[in-house]
């Protein structure tokens, strides 16, 4: 059996786990699926060996984990897949219904409508539905492909990707791989980075297979992948990242501001 990677079904991630998916680069991973905030849950318990989590999940636990370098989902600018909507002024938000797989999108919107718009509204756990959700509160949170491919084109909502450039200038870190340090060798460490590389590299056929399954041009799953997102963990992107735990110490979620601890591994000429 292979080491169990715990991994998300949203277009935004096929980048980095097609390779792995169609066996494109060597590796000895399990994939298992499942939403972003139940995959943290699964390597807090040691389900699985490691998993794309979302950051502030890291930030919390950074003790037990390390990052695989290199590889991360993030935005500069506009990111279309993290939305807030809102049914009134947003000065007079008291309430915010929250898509249940978030954890990083919660702990952003709650410092972009603090900081922003002076506002402090309580947030709400529910399924992602974005009727229902305005039903229930002023306004909803939706991440992933529940809200780039909302159906409803409700009009009112923050991208709140633009909205941490417009405050920060820095780029977005959404979710990392992380593991406990023993729970990846350097071969997977390696497989994982070059799975990010051969999924960047075949960005096209990505997403033609994903306007088949969603129904939707390819010119808007390749300008998603390309324009909107980004997955090279560089210098600015961890720079944004310490803002963003920085602020989540501010706002108490977060004990400590956590040290950027990577896994180590020899790089390999011309991986």
């Not at 499942?34 to 390597?43: E, F, G, R, T």
């Not at 071969?187 to 399954?213: C, F, H, M, P, W």
Request: proline letters at 4%; glycine letters at 6%; hydrophobic letters at 40%.
């Amino acid at each position: 059996m292979g080491k169990k990677l715990g991994v998300v079904d949203f277009l935004n991630a096929k980048p980095l786990i097609y390779a792995i998916e169609e066996n494109k680069v060597p590796h000895s991973f399990e994939l298992l699926y499942d939403i972003p905030s139940q995959i943290a849950v699964k390597l807090l318990n040691k389900e699985i060996n490691a998993g794309l989590v979302p950051s502030i999940h890291y930030a919390k636990y950074s003790v037990k984990y390390r990052i695989v370098p290199e590889v991360c989902i993030a935005s500069r600018g506009a990111v279309k897949s993290i939305r807030l909507y809102f049914r009134k002024d947003l000065r007079d938000i008291k309430s915010v219904a929250v898509d249940i797989s978030s954890m990083t999108s919660v702990v952003l919107a709650r410092v972009i409508l603090s900081e922003k718009y002076d506002v402090r509204p309580k947030f709400i756990a529910m399924k992602p539905n974005l009727e229902n959700m305005l039903l229930e509160a002023d306004a909803a949170l939706l991440i992933g492909d529940n809200a780039l491919f909302e159906p409803t084109g409700y009009a009112s909502y923050l991208d709140l990707g633009d909205e941490w450039d417009d405050l920060t200038g820095l780029p977005f870190v959404y979710a990392l791989w992380v593991g406990r340090r023993e729970s990846l060798s350097e071969d997977d460490v390696l497989a994982l980075i070059n799975s990010k590389n051969y999924g960047i590299q075949n960005i096209d056929t990505i997403s033609y297979e994903a306007s088949q399954r969603y129904g939707v041009d390819f010119d808007f799953c390749k300008s998603y992948l390309t324009e909107n997102l980004f997955y090279e963990l560089g210098e600015q992107e961890i720079a944004g990242m310490k803002e963003f735990f920085t602020y989540a110490f501010y706002y108490g979620v977060i004990d400590f501001i956590p040290e950027i601890k990577f896994y180590e591994f020899e790089k390999v000429k011309g991986s």
